[in-house]
């Protein structure tokens, strides 16, 4: 496993770099998304430098407000075009893996036409991101994609498309947390990873690990059962990056204590 932090797209992004490859963490998630860290906003060869000289590699992610499950064509066809802005960074700066968020939000059409509008983008969105020698994935979010069957007919229909699971996400909109129907789903997809904490409901808190009602024991379990050991973000946002750096230390915790003792980590023992 490998342990990444996401930049803050309203600080300056070569700053953000430089605090993350500081303090100890493998990658960064480089988000691409206003206030001001657009692909017009950021240099990609001060980016390039800094993320050299701290060792951290690059994954991709593109902004989450662009509407590309709009039922209008032509705004799909715009918030595309913004998208493919952001893959042309990425390959200049040899991102090998990126991700694209489903767009759960809708007016009047139904599920199935959002469903099929998101499928529209994503399809196009996978072939010009594996173009430039990448590898797409989706982050699931938002109501009608808490369901499997929904997913699973974009999945179906863009077979490069790999999955991108925040164990947050799948803690929203449901009784209970879902992680593990996602991963008997598409654990063979899984290709990346996004930890925070919440109490459920319908707010994306972005809370400490342990600050919320997820079971991090469980959720790790869930993780190494279907065989995943690659990158994994902390993307918990405070003004007070302890939070952060504590939530890190925790995964790491409970990452290596499972080596150990994986029984103690299923039943979520305090780790320090």
């Given at each position: ?85 952001a893959l042309d960074m ?125 079971r991090w024991g469980r ?54």
């Open positions: 496993m490998t342990i990444g932090a996401m930049n803050n797209p309203g600080r300056d992004c070569v700053d953000e770099i430089r605090w993350i490859g500081s303090h100890g963490f493998d990658f960064l998630d480089l988000t691409l998304e206003p206030p001001r860290a657009r692909p017009e906003d950021v240099d990609p060869t001060r980016i390039a430098e800094s993320c050299a000289q701290h060792g951290l590699s690059i994954v991709g992610h593109t902004s989450p407000f662009l509407p590309i499950g709009s039922a209008y064509a032509t705004v799909r066809e715009a918030a595309l075009r913004e998208h493919i802005r990425f390959a200049q700066l040899g991102v090998r893996k990126v991700t694209l968020h489903v767009d759960h939000r809708r007016g009047a059409e139904s599920v199935d036409d959002n469903v099929q509008t998101n499928l529209w983008s994503f399809a196009r969105f996978a072939k010009e991101a594996s173009d430039r020698g990448m590898i797409p994935m989706l982050e699931q979010f938002g109501e009608q994609f808490a369901k499997v069957e929904n997913l699973r007919r974009i999945f179906d229909g863009v077979p490069e498309l790999r999955f991108h699971l925040d164990v947050a996400h799948a803690n929203l909109w449901r009784a209970a947390n879902y992680a593990d129907e996602l991963l008997d789903a598409f654990g063979d997809r899984l290709a990346h990873v996004h930890v925070s904490d919440n109490v459920g409901g319908k707010d994306d808190l972005h809370l400490p690990l342990g600050a919320g009602n997820i959720m790790l379990k869930l993780l190494r059962r279907c065989g995943y050991d690659d990158t994994i973000t902390v993307e918990v946002f405070s003004s007070d990056r302890r939070y952060l750096l504590h939530s890190r230390d925790r995964l790491r915790a409970l990452w290596d204590l499972h080596d150990l003792a994986p029984n103690a980590v299923e039943n979520d023992v305090d780790v320090p």
